[in-house]
């Protein structure tokens, strides 16, 4: 078939394979080109490696550090008639780079919330690896079913406290406006927080540590955004920003149970980038639009891929980590420094609708959005007949 974009709202509901390929091959080109990641230990799981940060982090460990590496992720297949999801293509094109590579790779297809999943996870380390060095934590769902209690919780996108008014960016219509979101009730909040907190997280280190499958010294880390004056009222100062301080709670609660191997766990502050999730996010097209503009005339703008490499290279396995006040792994200052913010404040202070193409560097958006779910590649024939159906 031929594959163009359908895009509807703030997702794309198709995804090409031979761009998705390119994607992938970029990013490994990327981490070939830099200095070996010799440090980063050669046994590692990456729980939600599809897309995004995750599949970044697994391609740098692999093609940066030669690592053996297990996946988990949840992705539709695809058939003859439709493509798969963005994610799969995604999985295919990295099993395919590392077989060619002689790397070792395996990717478990299914609920990571669940515990059936935890324990395919644990017998196929068992099997193949012994034991985990380094544990990625790079889930982004919107509801998460508690594999105890079969109860399923949504997370929600709301201020907490009192209603909040700002502009955002209207990517279906190409208007700014302004837009408005109500609180959170208490309910919405510990949803919130049931989905996108830290407790399946620490679940899953509980089943690999009782399986016995964590090695001694091992590392995990966790992802998250948190923000700063612009976009803190959705990001801080709500649902999700609990959410946030419960992944902070789990990290510290992991430091203190897990002594007898000496585990490391860390919440890693990463950049704000067009990410599946961050598209979803009222507010996050226009910020992540400026922040585009002012940080690549600045000379530090960072994909996935960059990003995740200095967090191996300079964060997690250095010497000396900067950490923020609250502990984490502090990898987005480049981004929200004072002098940064204040470039990027006043144009979201300017920006209107006649201007926004001026100010913003929404054609830079626009392509990474595209390039998600494999479009927009260079040296991509886009109306050539492929195959949507892809394994790995």
């Not at 700014?176 to 620490?202: F, H, Y």
């Not at 204040?342 to 626009?366: C, M, P, R, S």
Request: aromatic letters at 10%; one cysteine or more; a negative charge.
């Amino acid at each position: 078939m031929v594959i163009h974009p359908k895009i509807r709202g703030f997702i794309c509901t198709n995804a090409h394979p031979v761009g998705c390929a390119a994607h992938v091959q970029q990013q490994i080109d990327y981490v070939k080109q830099q200095p070996a990641l010799t440090d980063v230990p050669k046994r590692v799981l990456v729980i939600g490696c599809s897309t995004g940060y995750g599949l970044a982090t697994r391609i740098n460990a692999a093609f940066g550090a030669g690592a053996k590496t297990l996946g988990v992720c949840f992705e539709k297949e695809p058939t003859e008639k439709k493509t798969a999801t963005a994610g799969w293509y995604n999985t295919a094109a990295f099993h395919t780079a590392a077989k060619q590579e002689g790397l070792y790779a395996h990717t478990i297809n299914g609920d990571a919330f669940s515990n059936e999943i935890k324990q395919e996870v644990i017998e196929k380390i068992k099997a193949d690896f012994g034991q985990v060095d380094l544990v990625v934590y790079s889930l982004a769902s919107p509801k998460r079913k508690d594999p105890v209690t079969g109860d399923v919780y949504s997370s929600t996108l709301k201020p907490v406290g009192q209603a909040y008014t700002t502009k955002t960016y209207n990517t279906d219509k190409d208007e700014v406006s302004e837009i408005t979101l109500e609180p959170a009730n208490d309910d919405e909040i510990q949803q919130t927080i049931k989905v996108m907190g830290g407790e399946d997280w620490e679940l899953w280190l509980a089943a690999l540590h009782d399986a016995g499958v964590l090695a001694p010294n091992a590392k995990t880390t966790a992802y998250t955004y948190i923000g700063k004056k612009l976009t803190w009222p959705i990001y801080g100062h709500a649902t999700i920003g609990k959410a946030k301080e419960d992944l902070d709670r789990a990290a510290a609660a992991m430091r203190t149970r897990y002594t007898d191997i000496n585990l490391e766990a860390y919440v890693s502050s990463l950049k704000a980038l067009v990410t599946q999730a961050s598209s979803a996010i009222p507010v996050m097209p226009l910020y992540i639009s400026l922040i585009y503009k002012v940080m690549k005339e600045e000379g530090t703008h960072e994909g996935c891929i960059e990003q995740t490499h200095r967090l191996l290279r300079d964060a997690l396995y250095a010497e000396n980590p900067v950490l923020d006040k609250a502990g984490r792994l502090f990898m987005n200052g480049w981004e929200t420094n004072d002098k940064t913010q204040a470039k990027i404040e006043a144009l979201w202070n300017q920006v209107t609708q006649d201007n926004f193409h001026q100010l913003a560097d929404y054609a830079g958006y626009h392509s990474d959005f595209l390039q998600l779910f494999g479009f927009g590649m260079d040296g991509v024939d886009y109306d050539a007949d492929v195959n949507p159906v892809v394994t790995w």
